[in-house]
């Protein structure tokens, strides 16, 4: 099972830019359609972008549609998510997760992932 890491996040301003890493270990990236989540404290875990397995199919919810890119390297077993414009309803901790098979609706269930990060927190003053 891949063992999952976030890094990148911060506190910045409202418009600001910032780039979410993900680095697995202990397994093979590829193998794993990857996704990033968000979540803040009393509300529901929210699917934020999917990539498939090589990278040539992605999601995206749509309150990040057109300013956040999710694209990943498998040879360096690292998914990346790059989020411009940020806003303050962009404040969350944001998890990247695995997962073998891709999914006709985003998944957000804990068990609907192989794997799961610590998580690592993203907050955009206003």
């Known amino acids: 099972q891949v063992h999952l890491v976030e890094s990148g996040g911060g506190l910045v301003q409202a418009g600001d830019s910032l780039r979410l890493s993900c680095a697995a270990s202990g397994g093979t990236l590829s193998s794993y359609a990857m996704l990033w989540l968000r979540q803040n404290p009393g509300k529901e875990r929210e699917f934020v972008a999917g990539?498939?397995?090589?990278?040539?199919?992605?999601a995206y919810a749509d309150s990040v549609s057109g300013r956040f890119t999710i694209t990943r390297d498998n040879d360096k077993n690292t998914v990346y998510l790059q989020m411009k414009s940020l806003k303050p309803e962009d404040t969350a901790v944001y998890y990247c997760?695995?997962?073998?098979?891709?999914?006709?609706?985003?998944?957000?269930?804990?068990?609907?992932?192989?794997?799961w990060g610590q998580g690592t927190q993203v907050t955009v003053s206003s």
């Open positions: 997760a695995a997962r073998t098979e891709w999914w006709k609706s985003p998944p957000t269930g804990t068990h609907d992932f192989d794997s």
């Open positions: 990539i498939s397995w090589s990278g040539g199919t992605t």
